[in-house]
């Protein structure tokens, strides 16, 4: 049982660059989530979606795009890379209870950094 | 602005000490608070509370919420080296987004 998968785990790249992060879970999941976590910042919200064919602004949405492919696939892409997108990404799915998101999953997180 | 804020930051313990975790926070429409425990690599989920006063307990590890004063503790008792981790409060709010805490740095020493 895979969970929530994320790739690629590590990459470098350079200034103005581009690059896709690729996120697939195959628990059934509507929601997903790609978060960054950087150093005494905590993990913050990039992009969600609540269901296919839906997304939304989180906390830091400047400098990225996303999309949701399907039900299990959520993609996360930097046009341009710049080095403050230096970071830990990790993907996150769950599956709403009533009102409730529900407990998030966590994929093992890709570390990119940009020069 | 929604805000979550752990403490303390970072504690070193000795095996077999108790060590009480706190999280608060201010979040829009709050509907839930979870615990994380953060390794190497993903956080793995631990506690999930939505209602004041009830005691979720798994193992040596406990937790409650306080709705009213807007805080949860984390309790982890007779630890063990196992237990070094960061561990993650989560606080969700409107739109089931999740606010984060920092996080508390645990180390237990043998």
């Known amino acids: 049982n895979a969970g929530v998968t994320q790739t690629p785990k590590f990459q470098v790249l350079k200034t103005g660059q581009s690059m896709t992060l690729q996120c697939a879970q195959d628990?059934?999941?509507?929601?997903m989530y790609w978060y960054r976590q950087d150093p005494g910042m905590g993990l913050r919200l990039i992009y969600y979606?609540?269901?296919?064919?839906?997304?939304d602004k989180g906390e830091v949405p400047n400098g990225y795009n996303v999309s949701r492919l399907n039900k299990r696939e959520f993609s996360l892409r930097l046009e341009s890379a710049a080095p403050s997108q230096t970071s830990v990404y990790f993907c996150?799915?769950?599956?709403?209870?009533?009102?409730?998101?529900?407990?998030?999953?966590f994929g093992e997180g890709s570390r990119l950094t940009v020069l | 602005e929604d805000k979550v804020v752990q403490s303390p930051l970072s504690l070193v313990v000795h095996e077999g000490d108790t060590v009480t975790l706190n999280c608060s926070y201010e979040?829009?429409?709050?509907?839930?608070l979870l615990w994380y425990k953060q390794e190497k690599k993903a956080p793995t989920f631990l506690f999930m509370l939505?209602?004041?006063?009830i005691e979720k307990k798994s193992g040596r590890l406990s937790s409650i919420l306080d709705k009213k004063e807007l805080f949860s503790i984390l309790n982890i008792t007779a630890t063990q080296t196992g237990d070094s981790a960061v561990y993650l409060c989560?606080?969700?709010?409107?739109?089931?987004?999740?606010?984060f805490g920092t996080g508390t740095s645990l180390t237990v020493i043998p």
């Open positions: 996150a799915s769950s599956e709403p209870r009533g009102i409730l998101a529900g407990e998030l999953f």
């Open positions: 628990m059934n999941h509507n929601s």
């Open positions: 979606s609540a269901s296919e064919g839906t997304t």
């Open positions: 979040v829009t429409n709050f509907r839930s």
């Open positions: 939505t209602s004041s006063g």
């Open positions: 989560a606080v969700e709010g409107t739109g089931n987004q999740f606010y």
